[in-house]
């Protein structure tokens, strides 16, 4: 079968996100160990853009040298001096549990590492919601923001950590402005058969979403990749369109599956795929070292919206979510963590 033509390329998608993003206050965001040159450069240009209020968490002569090699000029970026990457995690994450940010954004560290300081039952940032990542994705030729999750955190989720999932997406698509989002539950194809068993979850997903147990989208599923986002497709299989062919979440069975799906569509159509941790007492933001400058800004763009969103909601904020402020500019070495 030979896909439907595409729509034109709407290169203003991230551009809509990122000039919303300025038009609210910036949050505080811990930037955890930014210790090399894209990570660095990246929370300091998203500063100097109005996304974020950059506070960087780690080694201070490390960040200087760093800033003093690459030209990167670190005025008006807080410092907090820790001594190495797992003290940078630990120490970031303890300040937002004190109110002192709105945003986590990963640094030169390992996820792994970071994630580990996040999900600490006793000291971290977990929720009664599981932990999932997003990624939102400018897809040439396709002419919606596109969402896929997870790909990034949970490897073979359940169904109760699927309806986490799900509900963690929409969430987010609601808050950044985009409106009621059409959900595909994706597997390798659209009928329920216990053969295959992302089909039953996906049918389960739905029926949840009709009982009130998924709020704030328009589910469907299973339903397989090309009848999701191609119209013609899902019109040939007599699929009703109220989500099938135009799809905007899409929300994989597994890891494996979705990190395929996110690396095919980035390095064979040349998406950009901005991405953003869920679940958390606060977004956190995860780049990668080859994303490109307009990805890194989307990524802060996109968290930033989200924590806007989430301030208004909250008519008398808790201390330990919000109202949190940076660092005077230049007051280096705050909550300096002791040598391990």
Do not use: W
Request: aromatic share 2%; net charge negative; proline share 7%.
């Amino acid at each position: 079968m030979t896909p439907t033509k595409p729509p034109a390329a709407d290169p203003s998608k991230y551009d809509r996100l990122i000039a919303a993003a300025q038009a609210e206050e910036a949050p505080v965001t811990l930037v955890v160990h930014p210790c090399d040159e894209p990570s660095l450069r990246g929370a300091v240009e998203a500063g100097r853009a109005k996304l974020i209020a950059p506070v960087l968490v780690g080694p201070q002569a490390k960040i200087r040298a760093v800033a003093a090699t690459f030209g990167i000029d670190l005025t008006g970026c807080g410092i907090v001096d820790a001594p190495h990457s797992h003290a940078a995690a630990d120490t970031a994450v303890a300040m937002i549990r004190a109110g002192r940010g709105e945003l986590l954004m990963k640094g030169s560290l390992h996820t792994d590492e970071l994630m580990h300081a996040v999900a600490d039952k006793l000291t971290g940032l977990q929720t009664e919601r599981r932990i999932s990542h997003v990624y939102v994705m400018d897809v040439p030729g396709h002419a919606e923001t596109l969402f896929i999750t997870d790909a990034a955190i949970n490897i073979f989720p359940d169904l109760t950590a699927k309806r986490d999932i799900v509900q963690n997406a929409i969430d987010l698509f609601d808050a950044i402005g985009l409106g009621t989002p059409r959900v595909a539950i994706l597997s390798a194809v659209e009928t329920v058969t216990p053969k295959i068993p992302s089909t039953i979850e996906a049918a389960a997903l739905c029926k949840m979403a009709e009982r009130g147990q998924i709020t704030g989208g328009v589910l469907d599923g299973p339903l397989a990749f090309d009848n999701a986002i191609d119209p013609e497709a899902a019109r040939i299989k007599g699929i009703s369109p109220a989500v099938a062919g135009r799809a905007q979440i899409l929300v994989v069975p597994d890891l494996e599956a979705g990190n395929m799906l996110a690396k095919n569509l980035i390095f064979l159509t040349h998406a950009d795929a901005a991405g953003l941790v869920l679940g958390a007492r606060v977004p956190i933001v995860l780049t990668s070292r080859a994303d490109p400058v307009r990805v890194r800004l989307a990524s802060c763009a996109i968290a930033a919206l989200y924590a806007a969103a989430r301030r208004k909601t909250v008519t008398r904020a808790a201390p330990s979510q919000t109202g949190a402020t940076a660092p005077p500019a230049g007051e280096d070495g705050a909550d300096r963590v002791p040598e391990s």
